[in-house]
C-alpha cells in the first residue's frame, strides 16, 4: 500500500497569512494527488485533485503543487472559514490511501 | 447529493448495515463509481471499498473477508455491510462519489460526500 504522510500535523495562522502544507507519499505517484477540506460536522470537500487542479467553486486562494513524492497545498490570504483540517490522497493505484490529515488552527 | 443511514449502535460480533441515498445523481452515471470511507476517532481516512460498474466490487484489503457493497439501482442507493464488528470499527463512516479520472481509477477523485454518521461499536 501506499503510504501518505503530511506535515505539519497541525498549525496556527492568522487572519491573511499565508500557509503551506506538505504531503509525502511513500513512491512515486506521479500528479495523482488530491486535497480535501474537513470542517467539524460538515462532509469532507474536494479542494484540489490531480496535484494543482482548483475543483469547481473553491476559491483561487487554495493552490496545489508537486508530483513524483512530494507535493504542497498553499492558502494564501487566510479565512475565518479556512481553519479547518486538511487531507492528501494518493489517487495512483488501489487501496486508495489518505494522510493522517492537517489541522489548522487560528491564532 | 449523498445522505447516509443507519443504526448509529452496533453489538461487538454483529454486522453494521448503512445505506447511502443518492439524489440529484443517477447512481448508474457512466463517469461515476460509488464509494465508502471512514474515519475513526483522532485517525486519518481510510477507503473501505467500490461499488464499480455492472455489479462488480473492489475492496480494501485490510477489510475485504467482512465487507460487502451493493447496488440498489432503482432506488438510486447503495449500501455497506461490515459483518463481525469490534470496537475498532467505531468510526464516522461516509459515502462518497468517486469521479473517474484520466484513466477511470487513475487520477479518480472523491468530488461529493455525504454528512457522515457516527457508528460506535458497543454492548
Known amino acids: 500500500d501506499i503510504q501518505m504522510t503530511q506535515s505539519p500535523s497541525s498549525l496556527s495562522a492568522s487572519i491573511g497569512d499565508k500557509v503551506t502544507i506538505s504531503c509525502r507519499a511513500s513512491?512515486?505517484?506521479?500528479?495523482?494527488l488530491n486535497w480535501y477540506q474537513q470542517r467539524p460536522g460538515e462532509a469532507p470537500k474536494l479542494l484540489i485533485y490531480?496535484?494543482?487542479n482548483l475543483q469547481s467553486g473553491v476559491p483561487s486562494r487554495f493552490g496545489g503543487s508537486g508530483s513524483g513524492t512530494d507535493f504542497t497545498l498553499t492558502i494564501s490570504n487566510l479565512q475565518p472559514e479556512d481553519f479547518a483540517s486538511y487531507s492528501c490522497?494518493?489517487?495512483?493505484?488501489?487501496?486508495?490511501?489518505f494522510g493522517q490529515g492537517t489541522k489548522l488552527e487560528i491564532k | 447529493q449523498l445522505q447516509e443511514s443507519g443504526p448509529g449502535l452496533v453489538t461487538p460480533s454483529e454486522t453494521l448495515s448503512l445505506t447511502c441515498t443518492v439524489s440529484?445523481?443517477?447512481?448508474?452515471?457512466?463517469?461515476?463509481?460509488w464509494a465508502w470511507i471512514r474515519q475513526p476517532p483522532g485517525k486519518g481516512l481510510e477507503w473501505i471499498g467500490l461499488?464499480?460498474?455492472?455489479?462488480?466490487?473492489d475492496y480494501n484489503s485490510s477489510l475485504k473477508s467482512r465487507v460487502t457493497i451493493s447496488v440498489n439501482t432503482s432506488k438510486n442507493h447503495f449500501s455497506l455491510r461490515l459483518s463481525s464488528v469490534t470496537a475498532a470499527d467505531t468510526a464516522v463512516y461516509y459515502c462518497?462519489?468517486?469521479?473517474?479520472?484520466?484513466?477511470?481509477?487513475?487520477?479518480?477523485?472523491?468530488?461529493?460526500w455525504g454528512q457522515g454518521i457516527q457508528v460506535t461499536v458497543s454492548s
Open positions: 462518497a462519489r468517486m469521479k473517474h479520472g484520466v484513466l477511470i481509477l487513475l487520477g479518480s477523485r472523491f468530488d461529493i
Open positions: 440529484g445523481v443517477s447512481i448508474s452515471d457512466d463517469s461515476s463509481y
Open positions: 461499488s464499480l460498474n455492472s455489479g462488480s466490487t
Open positions: 513512491q512515486s505517484i506521479s500528479t495523482y
Open positions: 490531480s496535484a494543482s
Open positions: 490522497q494518493q489517487s495512483f493505484n488501489p487501496p486508495w490511501t
